[in-house]
């Protein structure tokens, strides 16, 4: 028989606060026993961390960005996500492609066409087996950032670029609805992180 994990994303714009929920499921899953890998995009590897480091901080054009993102997926799917899943672990990952579809094709306007062939190329047919996708309007969000830190490149945006990148999540939801949760990210954390259970129990995954 072979044993295949479960392979889990979070996406959101952001300040969407997609995070806390993953620290906080992360914790629950591990308790329960399963064998957690929490890892996220871009990075998740030494060398897509490096990649990362680059992504965020250096000026580039879009396909440059696309095709970085998708180098640092590509070595980690192959040395991190696959034998994960292999070995039949959960794999919680704080952004994945549906990000490189709302950032670089909603909120940069990159061509879609060129994303399919690399998602194509680089993924194989791997699909997370649920996406969590944190819903909130780009003010609020901005609320929430504030001038807690430094931002990067993307962060340093404004509410225009993510209202496209909103468009660009829900677009990618509706090309596969059976993927996607959508959670209203809206509220205090203990309301979200409540939506966040009902929509695990619905999938049987709680
Ligand atoms: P993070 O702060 O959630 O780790 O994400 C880093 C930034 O990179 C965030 O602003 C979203 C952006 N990003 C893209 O533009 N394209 C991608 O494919 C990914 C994974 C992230």
């Known amino acids: 028989m072979t044993v295949s994990g479960r392979f889990i994303t979070f996406e959101g714009i952001d300040g969407a606060g ?13 308790q329960a026993g399963r064998e957690v890998v929490r890892t996220r995009e871009p990075g998740g590897t030494p060398l897509a961390e490096r990649l990362r480091g680059l992504f965020l901080h250096e000026a580039m054009d879009p396909l440059t960005e696309a095709l970085l ?13 696959e034998p994960a899943l292999a070995r039949g672990a959960w794999v ?11 950032y670089q094709g909603g909120g940069r306007g990159f061509d879609l066409t060129v994303l399919r062939t690399l998602e194509s190329w680089v993924q194989a047919g791997r699909q997370p087996d649920l ?24 962060e340093a945006l404004d509410t225009a670029f993510f209202e496209r990148v909103r468009a660009g999540y829900r677009a990618r939801l509706q090309q596969d609805p059976a993927r996607f949760e959508l ?4 509220g205090t954390p203990q309301q ?13 995954l709680a």
């Open 131 to 154: 996406t969590l996708l944190f819903d909130l309007p780009p003010e609020v969000a901005a609320e929430r950032l504030g001038a807690a830190r430094q931002p990067d490149r993307f």
């Open 18 to 30: 997609k995070t806390t929920h993953l620290d906080a499921l992360e914790q629950a899953w591990r």
């Open 183 to 186: 959670i209203d990210a809206t």
């Open 92 to 102: 919680l990952c704080d952004r994945f492609t549906d990000a490189t579809f709302a």
């Open 192 to 204: 979200v992180a409540e939506r966040v259970h009902q929509a695990l129990t619905r999938r049987g």
């Open 69 to 81: 993102v998708f180098a640092g997926r590509r070595d980690h799917l192959r040395t991190v996500i």
